[in-house]
């Protein structure tokens, strides 16, 4: 089975077990960017994956969400930033960049300039660790939004914070999609990696120093308080909340005409 992993330290927490404690048989893990696991898994050349959340309404219909966990935050989240040379309020018909490595974030982004801040900029895909030549404001999500500035900006806007501010709910930023194909077929592998996720999870709690010391040796460029990201500013577990926030992102999207069809979400039984 071919399963997918957010390159990210964000995404690590999930992966932690399996990676420092026990690999698991028969199960390629791939590591990529974002976006590049949303294309596989939307290809079929992965069998299970974390998304960007916004790119399972383009595969609802032959995916399905692990309905026990997600990546997610309530308010400030720390890694998802738009670093601004404007006040937002000022950013109608400006440049701003796009990162490629984002999906749910860039939706995320257009929702809140659009409906609560009504601007709407000139929008230009970037890399994911774009410079500000010739931008007005950037959006970057992961290790890239946690590492230091040479050139710091005016203006920084965590974009958890603002959705939370705006409408009240949290984001899903990730979940875990599994192609329908592949459940019978790999089914006992799924509940391997299903109870692999489990266990890191648990070791969050159990052993935080031990799984932030293997996170900076996995990711030494972060220049952030991982403990206090890990245990403050990120939701691993998709609780009912945390679904009603999924669906009303979704339904916001869709209102918009960023999604071409309505989201009916299924999750693994």
């Known amino acids: 089975m071919r399963l997918g992993y957010i390159n990210y330290l964000n995404c690590y927490p999930f992966f932690y077990h399996?990676?420092?404690?026990?690999?698991?048989?028969?199960?390629?893990?791939?590591?990529?960017?974002?976006?590049?696991?949303?294309?596989?898994?939307?290809?079929?050349?992965?069998?299970?994956?974390?998304?960007?959340?916004?790119?399972?309404?383009?595969?609802?219909?032959?995916?399905?969400?692990?309905?026990?966990?997600?990546?997610?935050?309530?308010?400030?989240?720390?890694?998802?930033?738009?670093?601004?040379?404007?006040?937002?309020?000022?950013?109608?018909?400006?440049?701003?960049?796009?990162?490629?490595?984002?999906?749910?974030?860039?939706?995320?982004?257009?929702?809140?300039?659009?409906?609560?801040?009504?601007?709407?900029?000139?929008?230009?895909?970037?890399?994911?660790?774009?410079?500000?030549?010739?931008?007005?404001?950037?959006?970057?999500?992961?290790?890239?939004?946690?590492?230091?500035s040479s050139a710091p900006v005016p203006f920084s806007y965590d974009l958890g914070e603002l959705w939370l501010r705006k409408t009240g709910y949290p984001v899903v930023f990730a979940v875990f999609a599994i192609n329908e194909k592949a459940i019978d077929k790999f089914s006992s592998q799924i509940t391997r990696v299903v109870n692999s996720f489990r266990r890191s999870i648990e070791c969050l709690d159990k052993e935080p120093e031990k799984m932030v010391e293997a996170a900076h040796m996995k990711y030494p460029d972060i220049a952030y308080d991982v403990k206090g990201y890990y245990e403050t500013c990120l939701q691993f577990k998709f609780s009912s909340r945390l679904k009603q926030a999924l669906q009303f992102y979704y339904t916001k999207a869709f209102d918009m005409g960023l999604l071409e069809k309505k989201v009916k979400i299924r999750y693994l039984e």
């Open 18 to 148: 399996m990676f420092e404690y026990e690999q698991l048989d028969n199960i390629e893990v791939i590591q990529r960017y974002p976006n590049e696991l949303n294309l596989m898994i939307r290809e079929g050349s992965l069998d299970m994956s974390a998304i960007s959340s916004a790119t399972y309404p383009l595969i609802q219909d032959k995916a399905l969400l692990l309905p026990d966990f997600c990546l997610s935050s309530i308010g400030y989240v720390g890694s998802v930033i738009l670093s601004s040379n404007l006040p937002v309020e000022e950013l109608g018909g400006k440049r701003v960049g796009l990162t490629k490595a984002s999906h749910t974030s860039v939706l995320l982004l257009k929702m809140l300039l659009k409906n609560y801040y009504n601007v709407v900029p000139e929008y230009v895909l970037t890399k994911p660790n774009p410079s500000m030549d010739g931008l007005d404001a950037a959006l970057m999500i992961g290790n890239e939004a946690m590492v230091r």
